[in-house]
Structure formats: structure tokens, C-alpha cells
T-cell receptor, first 112, second 113 residues
Framework: AQRVTQPEKLLSVFKGAPVELKCNYS??????LFWYVQYSRQRLQLLLR??SRESIKGFTADLNKGETSFHLKKPFAQEEDSAMYYC??????????????FGTGTRLTVIP | DSGVTQTPKHLITATGQRVTLRCSPR?????VYWYQQSLDQGLQFLIQ???????AKGNILERFSAQQFPDLHSELNLSSLELGDSALYFC????????????FGEGSRLTVL
């Protein structure tokens, strides 16, 4: 069975400081990992996915299969980064079912 | 707005009752997903439909059922409601069945008294 763990419910950092949101997963196969974000009064939306290997809004995330982690990082936090962040896993299946399994989320607050 | 729309936004009902939540996917999206978010819980996957057929099932209770209609909208039926069913129910859609980008609705907040 698959499981996504986000150990921090709340995380506060000062503006300009580095930020790292932790995500660990357990899955027997090769999963696809994602970060979703929900800004205040907005819908949950995709932030980035590991297969894209891209930086979105200054955020990056590297899949570490050895440590089964997919931590989200940004070198200099901005106030507009304050939001709820969810790590999600999609078990790769040949049938094409791509339901996402989410962690419990981390609420990031960037202090001015 | 051609995004995912969910109705109703809020619903208050009593234990033992039955409710139906409705979801219209984004234009062109064939997959619909239902998630439940209870207090202090992450989003729990309930069920996925693709072009009218059930594609994947998660931790959906037997008291709950869902379907996707020919026009691709979906309904989630919750029956014999219990206090613990109080939650935010999200619908999401995607264009293909095997993509990780889901587009979420604003959710339907169900309160069972």
C-alpha cells in the first residue's frame, strides 16, 4: 500500500529565509510524485511534478528514491508563498488509473 | 468559468439522512475523482471515473456511491449519514486517465448534525 507522510503540520519562516517542506513516501513500485498548493481562497492546484524537473515560482523538489523523499525547497521565501502545501503520490499503473494519494499537508507561513 | 464546479457549496443535514453532491468537470475532461477531507486529515481518495466507467476505488464506504453520467458530470451519494461524515468533499477532473495533474473544484462542505 502507498503512503505519503508530511511530518510538519505548520511551518513558519521569515521572508528571505530558505524553506524546506518535507515529504516522505512508501510505495513498492516506481511512483510519480507531485506537490500541490492551495493559496488562501483559491483552489488546490498543481505546483510541480518530479518528472518535469522544473522550478516553479522558485520551488524545486528532487525525488530521492534511496530515502523515499520528495522534499520541496525554495532558497528565499516570499510572503506570497504562504499557503497549504500537499505532497501527493500517483502509483504508476498500466491500466491508467492515476488517482493521487495525498499527505496531510503543511501550512507554510512566511513572516514579513 | 469552465473550471470544475461543485454543488452545493454548503450542506447541513441530520444523521441518517441521504445527500447527493454534484460535480461538473472541466470542459473536455473525461476523468472525475472524488476526495474527502475531514478535520486534520489529508485528502482521502474515494473513487475515480473515466468516461463513465469506474476506474479506481479508494477508501469509499459502502454507504457511499458515485456515478459518472454520459454528459460526464458526476454525483456522489452519501446515505445513512453519520456525524463522522462531516467533511469537505472535493471533486477533481483531468483530461486523460493517466496524468497527474488534477483540477480541483472548490469543494462541498457537508455538516451532519
Amino acid at each position: 500500500a502507498q503512503r505519503v507522510t508530511q511530518p510538519e503540520k505548520l511551518l513558519s519562516v521569515f521572508k528571505g529565509a530558505p524553506v524546506e517542506l518535507k515529504c516522505n513516501y512508501s510505495y513498492s513500485g516506481s511512483p510519480e510524485l507531485f506537490w500541490y498548493v492551495q493559496y488562501s481562497r483559491q483552489r488546490l492546484q498543481l505546483l510541480l511534478r518530479h518528472i518535469s524537473r522544473e522550478s516553479i515560482k522558485g520551488f524545486t523538489a528532487d525525488l530521492n528514491k534511496g530515502e523515499t523523499s520528495f522534499h520541496l525547497k525554495k532558497p528565499f521565501a516570499q510572503e506570497e508563498d504562504s499557503a497549504m502545501y500537499y505532497c501527493a503520490l500517483s502509483p504508476v499503473k498500466q491500466t491508467g488509473a492515476n488517482n493521487l494519494f495525498f499527505g496531510t499537508g503543511t501550512r507554510l507561513t512566511v513572516i514579513p | 468559468d469552465s473550471g470544475v464546479t461543485q454543488t452545493p457549496k454548503h450542506l447541513i443535514t441530520a444523521t441518517g439522512q441521504r445527500v447527493t453532491l454534484r460535480c461538473s468537470p472541466r470542459s473536455g475532461d473525461l476523468s472525475v475523482y472524488w476526495y474527502q477531507q475531514s478535520l486534520d486529515q489529508g485528502l482521502q481518495f474515494l473513487i475515480q471515473y473515466y468516461n463513465g466507467e469506474e476506474r479506481a476505488k479508494g477508501n469509499i464506504l459502502e454507504r457511499f456511491s458515485a456515478q459518472q453520467f454520459p454528459d460526464l458530470h458526476s454525483e456522489l451519494n452519501l446515505s445513512s449519514l453519520e456525524l463522522g461524515d462531516s467533511a469537505l468533499y472535493f471533486c477533481a477532473s483531468s483530461r486523460l486517465s493517466n496524468t497527474g495533474e488534477l483540477f480541483f473544484g472548490e469543494g462541498s462542505r457537508l455538516t451532519v448534525l
